[in-house]
Nanobody, 125 residues
């Protein structure tokens, strides 16, 4: 089992940047594929980005492509989400998640085994 702790959320103006971090403990971090999801009020939790075990392959939701960057540091058991050019529609609670296998479908929440507690990101217009 792996435990995930998310940090780095906050309030930012449109056009600004935030960097989220997800620290893992427990099992070997490099064994897990990592993902970021977000959930806005009244909406389902949706996929944002994912990164494979080595960090060599990433995938993004179309809505964040070119603005967000996922990265990982296996030596520090951490995955990051750098969010630039933030928009009000990026406002949500952001979650990190872990799964064992990189597959074609990285967007389905039920495929992830472990979840962090979430952090609020609010983008003001």
């Amino acid at each position: 089992q792996v435990q995930l702790v998310v940090s780095g959320g906050g309030l930012v103006q449109a056009g600004g940047s935030l960097r989220l971090s997800c620290a893992a403990s427990g099992r070997t971090f490099s064994n897990y594929v990592m993902g970021w999801f977000r959930q806005a009020p009244g909406n389902q939790r949706v996929f944002v980005a994912a990164i494979n075990r080595s960090g060599s392959v990433t995938t993004y939701a179309d809505s964040v492509k070119g603005r967000f960057t996922i990265s990982r540091d296996n030596a520090k058991n951490t995955v990051h989400l750098q969010m630039n050019s933030l928009k009000p529609e990026d406002t949500a609670v952001y979650y990190c998640a872990a799964k064992f296998i990189w597959e074609i479908d990285m967007r389905t929440t039920t495929k992830y085994s472990y979840w962090g507690q979430g952090t609020q990101v609010t983008v003001s217009s």
